[in-house]
């Protein structure tokens, strides 16, 4: 694929945003918290201004995957108080969109007769305040965590498959000597031949592409966590009989818009491409999909902050106030003085 890039990013340096707020911390805050046993501090800030602490699943898992045994348990038992909203994972959030573009684009793809007898008992898992999977976590991470590390397990395979993706596009980056991202907007590529099914040679905007192929992929193992939440609702057999349809549906239909989750994921990719990556840059991306859900993101990590302040000019939603701290225990005091004053 060739990359159309166009010109350098504005940087806003805030967004507007309204009572009660929203607040996403990143892993490394709730470290620092828990290593500090100062949880009940963020409890208390939160009270007085009457926001909204909101948890992604995501770091939840990663606090799971914690090797030593007493800091894990601190800091699952702090990500798992029942004050904080937890939220759903990001494969729901994503299937939503997906859902809420095929009624409008593809209803025949749909099911006369949803199966929901499973889909209510997993987002029922997920949302209930006593005996879910929150729960779980809480009174069992020690097993949680060892059935995290087996093979086959797919928030595992899920990582190493996007830690791949990343090696995959920091190689392509470099054959075509692309060094930094423009405008996320003017992004586009387009396909050596042959082209897809139902698709002309006309450029396509990139994130149309990572999203087809990511979701794709994703629907070709039964037992991935995107494919289990739209099973009940999408007539699979008829859609494997209309492959053009499926790649006009990505690559030209789907109002970016309505799959701003998709997007975002996308603009954090590009940007990361280009950028030094870690073993937890994957996690990174994975986190954006949840910036919808949030007003105000806090954060130690430069990167991750500076690629929310990147994608906000272009991003077809509204994206958050990033704020940076200091890493290490410095950034608690910090951390709470944002979140007493809402900036």
């Known amino acids: 694929m060739i990359l159309t890039l166009g010109e350098n990013l504005n940087m806003p340096n805030r967004v507007d945003m ?21 949880g009940p501090d963020l409890r ?59 009624k409008r684009l593809r209803p025949e793809w749909l099911r006369h007769e949803p199966k929901t007898q499973r889909f209510n008992k997993l987002r029922y898992d997920w949302t209930r305040k006593t005996r879910g999977f929150w729960e779980r976590a809480r009174y069992h991470s020690e097993l949680l965590r060892n059935a995290l590390q087996e093979d086959g397990n797919w928030p595992r395979n899920l990582l190493e498959m996007a830690r791949k993706d990343y090696a995959d596009q920091r190689s392509l980056n470099k054959e075509q000597g692309i060094r930094d991202i423009g405008s ?80 975002l994921h996308y603009a954090f990719e ?43 000019s272009a991003a077809p939603c509204g994206v958050p106030i990033a704020r940076i701290v200091q890493g290490g225990s410095s950034g608690i005091q910090e951390t709470l003085d944002i979140v007493n004053n809402n900036y």
């Open 184 to 263: 996320l907007t003017n992004c586009e590529g387009t396909f050596p031949a042959p082209l897809p099914e139902g698709i002309t040679d006309e450029p396509i905007q990139f994130w149309r592409i990572r999203s087809w192929a990511s979701v794709t992929r994703a629907l070709a193992y039964p037992e991935h966590p995107l494919g289990e939440w739209l099973t009940p609702f999408l007539d699979f057999d008829r859609m494997q009989f209309s492959l053009a349809s499926w790649n006009r549906f990505w690559l030209r239909e789907v109002n970016e818009k309505q799959m701003k989750c998709f997007w």
């Open 44 to 102: 208390r800030a939160i009270k007085r201004t009457n926001n909204i602490i909101v948890v992604p699943p995501l770091i939840l898992f990663e606090a799971l995957a914690t090797p030593a045994d007493e800091h894990r348990r601190r800091l699952v038992r702090l990500l798992t108080m029942p004050t904080w909203t937890r939220l759903m994972p990001e494969a729901y959030t994503l299937s939503q969109e997906i859902l809420s573009e095929v």
């Open 270 to 312: 590009m940007l990361q491409s280009v950028q030094k990556v870690t073993r937890g840059t994957p996690a990174d991306a994975a986190l954006s999909v949840y910036l919808c859900e949030s007003d105000l993101v806090i954060s130690a990590d430069k990167n991750f902050i500076r690629n929310i302040d990147g994608i906000r």
């Open 18 to 38: 309204k009572s009660p707020i929203r607040i996403m911390l990143d892993t490394n805050i709730w470290s620092e918290f828990a290593k500090a046993d100062v």
